[in-house]
């Protein structure tokens, strides 16, 4: 079983268009969060969210809103899509209180063309 | 603000040790992570310490915490060529839903 999985795996799409990832997780966590990988490997906190607070990281553009159906889902909508915008996602999911650990789904490579 | 610095490459011999470090300027850094991200695959979770903790040992992982030096380091013996990947160092405060900041990840390189 997938701990934490995410659809699709790779994404293409045209500048300006709107696009969503799904992300899952069955572990029964509490927190959910999603991360950018851009193309130097480098890894960033967008968003993290569990049912009492979204933690949003100030860098990240209004263009970009996680939404969550219920608590084993985060979803990422992208409105506007910008060349910039091509990376890998990641989601990922924790339990939160003391330990905090992250899981991580595969991720999904978006390319905007 | 908070930052997490790792050598970008580091390249040892199949069956030496590797050591790769990470030091954080984080005082609040409550736990410590390292992550492997092999080729166009995900983050796995390799190991994780308290920032109470001096060292953990996990088969061939040892990790080394440094908190007076904020310098965090990780041990794997006799490296194998599927050990090839890149290792992140993260931080976090823990207790609540903040995310992970990460190093720019090392790029662990086997010669035969």
């Known amino acids: 079983d997938t701990a934490v999985s995410q659809t699709p795996k790779y994404l293409v799409t045209q500048m300006g268009n709107d696009k969503s990832i799904k992300c899952e997780q069955n572990l029964g966590h509490d927190t959910m969060y999603w991360y950018k990988q851009d193309s130097k490997k480098f890894l960033k906190i967008m968003f993290s969210y569990n049912n009492k607070e979204l933690i949003i990281n100030e860098t990240v553009p209004n263009r970009f809103s996680p939404k969550s159906p219920d608590k084993a889902h985060l979803n990422l909508h992208i409105n506007s899509l910008e060349l910039g915008d091509s990376a890998v996602y990641f989601c990922a999911s924790s339990q939160g209180g003391n330990t905090d650990t992250q899981y991580f789904g595969p991720g999904t490579r978006l390319t905007v063309l | 603000g908070e930052d997490v610095e790792q050598s970008l490459f580091l390249s040892v011999r199949e069956g030496d040790s590797s050591v790769i470090n990470c030091t954080y300027t984080?005082?609040?850094?409550?736990?410590l992570y390292w992550y492997k991200q092999e080729p166009g695959a995900g983050l796995q979770l390799l190991t994780y310490?308290?920032?109470?903790?001096d060292m953990k040992q996990d088969q061939r992982l040892t990790v080394l915490l440094n908190k007076k030096d904020k310098h965090l380091s990780l041990r794997i013996a006799d490296t194998q060529t599927g050990d090839s990947a890149i290792y992140f160092c993260a931080e976090s405060e823990g207790g609540g839903a903040d995310g992970l900041t990460f190093g720019k990840g090392t790029h662990l390189i086997i010669q035969p």
């Open positions: 984080d005082s609040s850094s409550t736990y």
């Open positions: 310490i308290f920032s109470n903790m």
